[in-house]
């Protein structure tokens, strides 16, 4: 019971955190006058992660790899089958070809690469490299499609900061949402991962399994926020946007920034079973919406479906 306590708390600092941590920052870009293009696409689009980021790196540095992989790995199958399903039921999600493009090609590639690298059974520091490497070059790309105007997304990604409502307004209140929100994260991270070692202790589960799962859930719940007010606001761009650059941001960035300071064996189940859940998940996805250019809500079903068959297999089929 007291470790569901923690879990709960660790959730709770943690959404907190990058709550502080993302209206902060955009108050920080707009008294710098950074364009709301950029803000959008790094702040919101990627700071949406950084409770898989703290949480990830925490593990790592505490011997806990099966966690700080099982945590990006589950995030990304819960960003598409969880979130991405409950906002399609709340609307049919549409989205820009040219954004499918080059958001939704670069998942299905970035899942493929995690394949790739992780057939050494680790992830070492040559791998981080070249995640990071491919991370930046993603950021090029994106960055430059949208100034040039071949891809028809800037008014997405300013969209995402609108997202976000009420950022603080002096410098002292900027300074002190930042610091906050890093602080909050940092204490969340360390409370959700002894809840969560010690849930798995005490029903006799592998950590792989708790972090696929419930640590998770649990650092996507800001991407769960801003898809689900998107999806309600009809930004369906937004709710898709959003989980395609968290996915991307998850894999190569994550995981690159983890496995360069730490590391990191693959558990076994993860290389059998999760990693083509997730590659299976983004392949899925990308069917969907290039068939109508829509995620529609019967498609939101099944994805949700999905989400449900593959934690029921979590813990009984490929529980060890």
Known sequence: MLDLLFVAIGVLLLTGGGEALIRGSLAAANRLGISPLLSGLLIVGFGTSAPELVVSIEAALSEQPDIAIGNVVGSN?????????????????????????????????ASILFLVLVGGDALVRSDAAIFLLALAAYLIWA????????????????AEGEEVTSLPKTTLWIVMAVVLGLALLVAGSQILLKGAVGIAESFGVSEAVIGLTLVAVGTSLPELSISVIAAFRRHADVAI?????????????ILGISALLQPLPVHERILQFDQWVMLGTS?????????????????????????GVYVGLSFTVFGA
């Open 241 to 253: 946007g959003n989980i395609l650059g968290s996915n991307i941001f998850n894999l190569l960035g």
């Open 143 to 158: 960055y430059w499609t949208e100034r040039s105007g071949e891809a028809p997304s800037a008014g997405l990604h300013i």
């Open 77 to 109: 199958i819960g960003n598409i089958l969880l979130i991405l399903g409950l906002c399609a039921l709340i609307t049919p999600l549409a989205v820009k070809p040219l954004v499918l493009r080059r958001d939704g090609v670069t998942v299905v590639a």
């Open 283 to 307: 392949l899925i996805l990308l069917f969907f919406l290039y068939t109508g250019n829509r995620l529609s809500r019967l498609e939101g079903g099944l994805l949700l479906l999905g989400y």
